[in-house]
């Protein structure tokens, strides 16, 4: 599904050229739960913005389902934050003049969906999470794993084939983490793409699979050992 | 975009959208406008200082433009109310000896009967006159039924025509008829009201100047506010010989005291008439110092002496005004783009989620526009309210609503959604194509260096013009004040004055031996002009003069008291004395006139008028005829035959109580003229008549008020930059805090950098006063004090600096820990 050649990203300065990503190369297959770590700098929220087309790299070749999506239009690129991926960050970024309800609306508004669909969709969801009681609150009423929550919410309701998670659980306790990572391993069960940057080696386990990057280069991608099963 | 935001607006327009957008669209259209709504609701909550500030922004911003607009267009449509209102026309005349300017309202009575009347495309003639004319703000008295008196301005003596010349409404009577016949009087409803409150007042008499009966004939409907020519009445012109005694006014070339109106025909080229009256006249009566020209009705008002002043004053107003809504723009500009950094969250993320850069720039311009309308709707009621300040200010006195004035309602519409677009443009255009990764990062505003020294130097911008607004304001504050304190050079504190036209002669010493019984009474005397009113101008030649040399003066016929009622000094010689009786074909002059003529001994000299000699028996210290505005003309005084014909002015000089002396005086008058009209005025009356005075007070009061005005804005405007650095760095300020370290050196870098711009008004804003006070109009003008730049430097600064303090302040008790958790 995704496919990165040769990826670099540098920034330059007067006097030098810092590479943040050199030479990545990356292929992530449908269904897989990718875990990248690293330490801080090493460019791994770089990698997944590149990824969700945030981004864009300075040198190589990026191509979702072999197509090539470097030079993408304004346009295709808002249809494949629309229809294709879906974001969870560390400061989980919630809109604090909206409602959960209407944080977890909006990317179906965005998207087109229909009144009455996007009702179902919702109230499906807020169900799942349990956060059916919590649906007119503020963020700023929630606790950060709630936000979270909702911030997940809000990044699958579209559907997504594509979940890139940075950091999801950074500001978290750990009790709160592990159900966010149960639940991120549940969409992934369900046939989810996932990425998630991650911190966390225990956390960094839900993944099928975890690629170390360090200086921008990956260092290490293997397949993790202890698969969760629920 | 726009056209989107519009349907997003008007719930109707959906249903077409939806033929051309796909069903998706459609559904996203639906699910936005809710939101849209929401979420401006939801920001304003959010955002209460902001909207508030923003909104009050915008309000002034309006409301400014909103009241000079309905100033200027009430000014631009005097007179438009009548039918004929292209075709007529006042004939003026040109003087060249006149002071001090060349060209004259009135005009001569046979211009009537022998120049308009015979040129083919004139349609109507109009002659009318100011009943008791003369000197400014004079009128005639009335007396009631019940034989009380009562002073009337602004009555008019007018031949029938002004009914078929003018759109008049008649109450009562008959236009074809209602000004033929002598003895008969039309009443405007008020004046009308005022004589027979029991109504019916046609065919019923009034009695005009204490001795002449007159019949009602008609009774019109009062003219309008933006009318030019406001009659209270209207006497018959055939009235006229009979009571002026001037059976031959209509022959009379020389008397320029009537107003002489043509309505032309149809289609008629003004031009080719002015040129055939011209021509006629020099056909008839070949003045070299004046003559006849056309001056249209649309120019009455805005142009009467073919000055021009009032376009000027216009021109400057609205541009006022339309910087004021700048500068609002501006403010607008700037609040937006300090309040994205507070969006910026939902700014990212909505992109991340996947709106698409123009959803967000919609969303932004919408939210700028529907502001800006609300904020119209505001300043409208804001405007209207505030009209009777406006009014004082102007020294107006108009009347106007704002809500049954289509025209101006659309226009200000259209202004409001234009700036609307614009200001949001810029703001939205910035805000959507924010990078959603650094957004998030909450890093776009730290590296947007270039937009924020844009900012600043809008800010600085405004801090120039609002800078030189206040010193302006000072600047005339101090010129009224001198303007009206000046020493005039002549005693103008215990002085009554009364224009008077007695019906027979009566020698001066009998009014002067029975006033001067009372010792209330320090010193009496008459002349043709007084101090700031009249003027008879003329051309003098001089002993010593180069063959073709010629000076324009001033002169004045007085008696023996002249001088010493009004206190002037003699520099040289002596007062005209009936020691001497060549002294009536001598003169004095002033020291203006010593000048010009370059005498070094004046006494005994000789000056020409109109060929005649006559010797110079003195010179009397300079002093102000006309006010500090104007130059000290060459003045020149002749003597009168010390009787009391036609109309003159009498001064009085008095000691003690003003009341008292008034009482005293018009008592003693009345038994001298039972049966003749007179009036006796304070000085002050006369001096504030003066339109120098009336300009420069208006003109103190209108920059005061945008100073006021441009100074809330610029506030606003550096309130608004403050806000977008504090919001920037409130991290560094909480991480600072965290540290320990004190809000003292955030609050000295904001300190240098609102210096700096300071800095850059004070070396704007005091340049362009100065150069407006160089270029101010007036022949006197008190040197500029330091002071004038000082306090407006310090006003400025103590505005700016609270506006800082407040800022640091806020962020100083605010939770460090909350300024961290942005991150
Ligand atoms: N606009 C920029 N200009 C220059 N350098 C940048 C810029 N943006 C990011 N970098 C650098 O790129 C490097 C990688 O950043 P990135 O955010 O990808 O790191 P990370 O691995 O996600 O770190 P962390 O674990 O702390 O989140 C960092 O050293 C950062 O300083
Ligand atoms: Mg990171």
Redesign the interface.
């Known amino acids: 599904m995704i496919h990165l050649n040769n990826i670099d990203k540098y920034y330059d300065s007067k006097f030098q050229r810092t590479f943040v990503l050199k030479a990545v190369n990356l292929e992530v297959k449908e269904g897989e739960f990718v875990s990248i770590m690293g330490p801080s700098g090493s460019g791994k929220s770089t990698l997944l913005?590149i990824i969700?087309l945030?981004?864009a790299p300075s040198a190589g070749e990026y191509s979702l389902y072999d197509k090539s999506v470097l030079d993408l239009k304004?346009?295709a690129k808002?249809d494949y934050?629309?229809?294709f991926m879906?974001?969870i960050?560390q400061?989980y970024?919630?809109?604090?003049?909206?409602t959960v309800y209407?944080n977890i609306e909006?990317?179906l508004?965005?998207?087109?969906?229909?009144?009455r669909d996007?009702q179902a969709m919702v109230a499906d969801l807020l169900d799942r999470f349990n956060m059916v009681a919590k649906k007119d609150l503020f963020p700023q009423q929630l606790s950060g794993g709630q936000q979270q929550l909702v911030g997940i919410a809000?990044?699958i309701i579209?559907k997504p084939k594509l979940l890139l998670a940075d950091e999801p659980t950074g500001n978290l306790q750990s009790v709160q983490g592990e159900m966010i990572m149960e639940t991120l391993q549940q969409l992934n069960n369900e046939g989810m793409t996932i990425i998630q940057v991650t911190h966390n080696e225990k956390f960094a386990e839900y993944g099928k699979r975890i690629i170390r990057l360090e200086d921008g280069i990956i260092r290490k991608d293997v397949a993790s050992k202890i698969v969760f099963s629920i | 975009m726009i056209v989107r935001v519009l349907i997003l607006w008007y719930g109707s327009g959906i249903s077409r959208w939806t033929i051309i957008q796909?069903?998706?669209?459609?559904?996203?259209l639906?699910?936005?406008i809710k939101?849209f709504f929401?979420?401006i609701f939801?920001?304003i909550?959010?955002n209460k200082v902001f909207t508030i500030i923003n909104l009050a922004n915008l309000v002034i911003g309006f409301a400014v433009f909103i009241l000079f607009s309905v100033l200027i267009s009430h000014e631009l449509n005097f007179d438009k109310f009548n039918t004929n209102y292209d075709n007529i026309y006042r004939v003026q005349t040109r003087q060249e000896d006149s002071y001090p300017t060349n060209f004259c309202t009135y005009s001569p009575a046979a211009f009537r009967f022998h120049l308009m009347a015979d040129v083919p495309e004139v349609e109507k003639v109009l002659l009318m006159r100011e009943v008791s004319g003369g000197a400014k703000g004079s009128g005639q008295f009335f007396t009631l039924p019940d034989g009380s008196q009562f002073y009337q301005l602004n009555g008019y003596w007018s031949e029938n025509s002004i009914f078929d010349i003018f759109t008049i409404n008649l109450k009562e009577g008959n236009k074809s008829t209602a000004l033929t016949e002598p003895g008969t009087i039309a009443l405007s409803e008020t004046l009308s009201k005022k004589i027979f409150p029991e109504g019916n007042a046609l065919g019923k008499q009034v009695i005009v100047g204490k001795r002449f009966p007159v019949t009602v004939s008609a009774v019109y409907t009062d003219f309008p506010q933006n009318s030019n020519l406001k009659p209270t009445y209207l006497v018959s012109m055939p009235t006229y010989p009979g009571l002026s005694g001037e059976l031959a006014y209509g022959e009379n070339w020389t008397n320029i005291s009537f107003d002489n109106y043509v309505l032309l025909k149809k289609g008629a080229d003004p031009k080719l008439v002015d040129a055939k009256i011209k021509n006629a006249f020099k056909d008839v009566k070949n003045f070299e110092k004046s003559s006849p020209y056309l001056h249209p009705l649309s120019k009455l008002h805005i142009s009467p002496n073919s000055q021009p002043d009032v376009i000027i004053g216009l021109a400057i107003l609205s541009l006022a005004a339309f910087l004021v809504l700048i500068l609002a723009c501006v403010n607008y500009v700037n609040l937006s783009l300090a309040n994205s950094t507070q969006r910026a969250?939902?700014i990212?993320?909505?992109?991340?989620?996947?709106?698409?850069?123009k959803?967000l720039a919609t969303q932004f311009l919408a939210e700028t526009i529907l502001h800006t309308l609300f904020a119209t709707v505001l300043a409208l009621f804001v405007a209207q309210a505030s009209f009777p300040l406006l009014n004082r200010i102007l020294n107006k006195n108009i009347d106007f609503s704002l809500w049954n004035n289509a025209q101006l309602l659309i226009f200000i519409s259209l202004v409001s959604l234009l700036v609307g677009i614009l200001s949001g443009l810029y703001p939205s255009l910035v805000i959507s194509s924010y990078?959603?990764?650094k957004v998030?990062k909450g890093k776009v505003f730290s590296n947007g260096g270039n937009s924020i020294s844009i900012k600043k130097i809008l800010v600085a911008a405004q801090f120039s013009i609002s800078l030189f607004m206040l010193i302006v304001s000072f600047i005339l504050y101090n010129h009224v004040n001198f303007i009206l304190n000046k020493d005039l050079g002549f005693e103008n504190k215990k002085i009554l004055y009364t224009e008077i036209n007695p019906r027979d002669k009566m020698p001066f010493e009998t009014v002067k031996t029975r006033m001067l019984q009372h010792p209330e009474i320090a010193d009496i005397s008459f002349s043709s002009t007084i101090p700031f009113i009249g003027n008879i101008g003329g051309y003098v030649t001089w002993e010593g003069a180069a063959p073709d040399e010629k000076e324009m003066i001033s002169r004045n016929y007085v008696n023996y008291d002249f001088i010493p009622t009004y206190n002037l000094k003699m520099a040289y010689g002596r007062n005209f004395s009936k020691e001497y009786p060549a002294d009536n074909k001598a003169c004095i002059i002033n020291e203006t006139a010593l000048k010009v003529f370059g005498w070094s001994d004046p006494v005994g000299k000789l000056i020409y008028l109109e060929g005649r000699p006559f010797p110079v028996v003195g010179v009397v210290k300079d002093f102000h005829p006309y006010s500090v505005h104007n130059p000290i003309p060459t003045y020149i005084m002749f003597l009168n035959n010390n009787v009391i014909s036609g109309s003159t002015l009498l001064t009085v000089r008095f000691t003690g109580d003003e009341q008292k002396a008034r009482a005293l005086v018009t008592r003693e008058l009345d038994t001298i003229f039972p049966n003749d009209p007179f009036e006796f005025k304070d000085f002050s009356i006369a001096f504030y008549l003066d339109a120098a005075i009336e300009f420069w007070q208006s003109m103190k009061s209108m920059f005061i008020f945008f100073a006021v005005v441009t100074l809330l804005i610029s506030t606003i405007g550096l309130f608004g930059l403050i806000l977008f650095t504090v919001k920037r760095r409130t991290k560094e300020i909480g991480v600072r805090k965290v540290l320990g370290s004190s809000v003292g050196s955030v609050y000295w870098q904001l300190s240098t950098e609102v210096i700096g711009m300071l800095g850059f008004a004070i070396l704007v804003g005091c340049p362009a006063a100065i150069y407006i006070y160089k270029t101010m109009p007036g022949a006197y003008k008190e040197p500029l004090t330091i002071s004038e730049f000082l306090i407006a430097i310090a006003l400025v600064a103590v505005i700016a600096f609270i506006t800082i303090s407040y800022h640091v302040l806020k962020v100083a008790v605010s939770n460090p820990v909350k300024a961290l958790r942005y991150?």
Not at chain 1, 93 to 98: A, C, D, F, K, Y
Not at chain 1, 109 to 115: E, L, T
Not at chain 2, 22 to 28: G, S, V
Request: no cysteine; aromatic share 4%.
């Open positions: 913005n969700g945030l981004d304004e346009k808002v934050h629309r229809n879906g974001f960050f400061a970024h919630l809109i604090e003049e909206m209407e909006t990317p508004i965005y998207k087109g969906v229909k009144s996007r809000r990044a579209g | 796909k069903q998706t669209e459609n559904n996203r639906k699910a936005m939101h929401i979420n939801r920001n909550r959010h969250t939902e990212g993320i909505k992109k991340v989620i996947g709106s698409s850069k959803l990078n959603p990764v998030l991150e």
